[in-house]
């Protein structure tokens, strides 16, 4: 079993900066991806961005602004998100699984077996 705990969210004027945190803890192993998901109020939840050993992806609406990393010998996930926009508002949620082949579904939320509690990130205008 996994645990995903993030931290780092809060209020922050548009064009500002954040970073969240997302720690695992449990077995993680061989091919252990990470993600970011959120879920603004009334909407469905969208990927943000995913990790998988060299391989990263990004949501369109993120690129050039946010940026994943992961500490492997911390199993520590962060999403650094810079020049904040108002629509970046929501709650932010880190996610994980196991599985090869990670670049071709990294974007579909039913492929993570673990999930965060989440943090709201609000970006006033």
């Known amino acids: 079993q996994v645990q995903l705990v993030e931290s780092g969210g809060g209020l922050v004027q548009a064009g500002g900066s954040l970073r969240l945190s997302c720690a695992a803890s449990?077995?993680?192993?061989?091919?252990?991806?990470m993600g970011w998901f959120r879920q603004a109020p009334g909407q469905e939840r969208d990927f943000v961005a995913g990790i998988s050993g060299l391989f990263t992806a990004y949501a369109d609406s993120v690129k050039g602004r946010f940026t994943i990393s992961r500490d492997n010998a911390k199993n520590t996930m962060y999403l650094q998100m810079n020049s904040l926009k108002p629509e970046d508002t929501a709650v932010y949620y880190c996610a994980a699984g196991r599985g090869p082949y990670y670049s071709t579904y990294y974007n579909q939320p039913n492929k993570y077996a673990y999930w965060g509690q989440g943090t709201q990130v609000t970006v006033s205008s």
């Open positions: 449990g077995s993680t192993g061989s091919s252990f991806y």
